[in-house]
C-alpha cells in the first residue's frame, strides 16, 4: 500500500522513569495526509541505529520536547533551564549533523529548530526572559490556552525558505517555548521573527530543504490546513 512513499523518520521523545519513546500522533497523521510513510524512531544509544535510520529515511522531522544540554553550545546549564534529554540531545545532533551532509531533507519543529541551530554550530537562549535582550517587551512564548490557538504573529522574510513554503509575510502561530535561537548557525538563515525581536524560523538556504520553525505546526493544522503545507514541502521534496 505504501509502496514508492518517502519514508519520513520522526524522532520521538523519552520517559525515563517508565523506559518508553512517545510521539502525539499530530506529527505522523500530518505525514500520513501528505503522501508520505512516517517511521517514528526511538530514543536509543545504540549508534548503528542512528546509521540505520539515516540510510533508510528519506527526510526527517525533529519533534518538539525537553531542553537541550547548554554543554553543545560551550555554556553550563543555567537554574532556569528544565528537563534535558541527554540521550536524545545526541542522536538528534547525529542525526541532524550527518542528514545534512547527506542533504537530507529536515524538519525540525521548537526543540527541533534549536537542535537544528545547535548541531550546525549556533547556540540557544537557556532562557528568553532571562538571557534575552531585544530591546523590546517579549510576548508570551509559553502559551496558557489550547494547542490549536494562535497566539501570537510571525513576520516571514521574503526570499526566504518558509515563505516559499507559505507565500504570505505573515503568519498567526501557536507558542510553546522558553528556550530559542540565539546565534544563528554558519550557513542559516533567519526566515521568521515573532514581533519581539525572538527567532521563528531558520534554514539552510543551500540545502535542498533543511528548514525549522520554532511553534508546532502540526498542533494547529487539524483546524487551519495552512499549516500542513510545511509537511506537504517535506514530503514533496523528498
Not at 521573527?193 to 498542533?219: M, R, T, Y
Request: proline share 4%.
Amino acid at each position: 500500500m505504501y509502496k514508492g512513499k518517502p519514508i519520513i523518520g520522526i524522532t520521538a521523545a523519552f520517559d525515563y522513569e517508565k523506559s518508553i519513546s512517545t510521539l502525539k500522533d499530530d506529527y505522523y497523521e500530518a505525514i500520513i495526509q501528505c503522501g508520505g510513510l512516517p517511521v517514528i524512531i526511538p530514543v536509543t544509544e545504540e549508534k548503528s541505529a542512528w546509521v540505520e535510520y539515516l540510510d533508510i529515511c528519506n527526510g526527517f522531522i525533529l519533534s518538539g520536547g525537553p531542553d537541550i544540554d547548554a554543554a553543545y553550545f560551550g555554556k553550563g546549564n543555567m537554574p532556569y533551564t528544565n528537563e534535558i534529554s541527554p540521550i536524545r540531545d545526541s542522536m538528534e545532533i547525529f542525526l541532524t549533523q550527518q542528514a545534512i551532509v547527506m542533504d537530507k531533507p529536515i524538519l525540525g519543529i521548537c526543540r527541533g529548530c534549536q537542535i537544528m541551530n545547535i548541531a550546525a554550530g549556533g547556540s540557544i537562549y537557556q532562557d528568553i526572559y532571562a538571557e534575552c535582550s531585544t530591546g523590546n517587551t517579549l510576548l508570551k512564548h509559553s502559551q496558557q490556552a489550547p494547542r490549536w490557538f494562535q497566539i501570537h504573529d510571525v513576520n516571514i522574510m521574503k526570499s526566504s525558505c518558509l515563505y516559499s513554503v507559505f507565500g504570505m509575510d505573515n503568519l498567526k502561530v501557536n507558542s510553546f517555548h522558553h528556550q530559542a535561537v540565539n546565534e544563528v548557525a554558519p550557513g542559516f538563515t533567519v526566515n521568521a521573527c515573532s514581533k519581539d525581536g525572538i527567532i521563528e524560523a531558520i534554514s539552510n538556504e543551500n540545502k535542498k530543504f533543511v528548514l525549522s520553525v520554532q511553534w508546532h505546526p502540526e498542533n494547529l493544522w487539524r483546524k487551519n490546513r495552512t499549516h500542513l503545507k510545511l509537511f506537504e514541502r517535506l514530503v514533496s521534496v523528498c
